[in-house]
T-cell receptor, first 114, second 112 residues
Framework: DTEVTQTPKHLVMGMTNKKSLKCEQHMGHRAMYWYKQKAKKPPELMFVYSYEKLSINESVPSRFSPECPNSSLLNLHLHALQPEDSALYLC?????????????FGPGTRLTVT | QQQVKQSPQSLIVQKGGISIINCAYENTAFDYFPWYQQFPGKGPALLIAIRPDVSEKKEGRFTISFNKSAKQFSLHIMDSQPGDSATYFCAASISGTYKYIFGTGTRLKVLA
């Protein structure tokens, strides 16, 4: 099973709202990722967690706050977003050892900030 | 040096034809090269991947050709079908760094 699930599929929020995106995988992967993807562009890495610890933060604004409660779950907390933050938010996971680092992506959450 | 250049930006192929997408890189430290297929509104799906110790890898109708000396790799889709119409991204990575450098994407349309 190479499935990464994400909820919700769609989210519309105002600039003063607080919301969270959720991601789950049951492949035993110990690395999990958040990406942002704008239309007709490749995914842009935001955060990487390895062994539930934040390993990489690609200088993401603090209005995005990641959280990794356990090895299967990854959250992205959103607060005071701007309209330009509207995008497809993708979660991915991968192994950390064994020579293969295939990243498996979830279906994404389509976020619209009004 | 961290860029991966992908071409063409868009591609139209007749059903049954061969689709070819090319990528080039500069950083010789890259040692893992995956290809992803993405349909509108969906997440990227891993298609096929290659490491520099082989020059070609085939999975069904999809083949990666890898030229280490030229620092280029390409995706060939044989017998292209309308269901292959999607955006394809190449990527490059250094093992253990977690980071993928993606190409800019190729929008493929296969005409019925």
């Amino acid at each position: 099973d190479t499935e990464v699930t994400q909820t919700p599929k769609h989210l519309v929020m105002g600039m003063t709202n607080k919301k969270s995106l959720k991601c789950e995988q049951h492949m035993g992967h110990r690395a999990m990722y958040w990406y942002k993807q704008k239309a007709k562009k490749p995914p842009e890495l935001m955060f990487v967690y390895s062994y539930e610890k934040l390993s990489i933060n690609e200088s993401v604004p603090s209005r995005f706050s990641p959280e990794c409660p356990n090895s299967s779950l990854l959250n992205l907390h959103l607060h005071a977003l701007q309209p330009e933050d509207s995008a497809l938010y993708l979660c991915a996971s991968s192994r950390l050892a064994g020579g293969s680092y295939e990243q498996y992506f979830g279906p994404g959450t389509r976020l619209t900030v009004t | 040096q961290q860029q991966v250049k992908q071409s063409p930006q868009s591609l139209i192929v007749q059903k049954g034809g061969i689709s070819i997408i090319n990528c080039a890189y500069e950083n010789t430290a890259f040692d893992y090269f995956p290809w992803y297929q993405q349909f509108p509104g969906k997440g990227p799906a891993l298609l096929i991947a290659i490491r520099p110790d082989v020059s070609e890898k085939k999975e069904g109708r999809f083949t990666i050709s890898f030229n280490k000396s030229a620092k280029q790799f390409s995706l060939h889709i044989m017998d292209s079908q309308p269901g292959d119409s999607a955006t394809y991204f190449c990527a490059a990575s250094i093992s253990g760094t977690y980071k993928y450098i993606f190409g800019t994407g190729t929008r493929l349309k296969v005409l019925a």
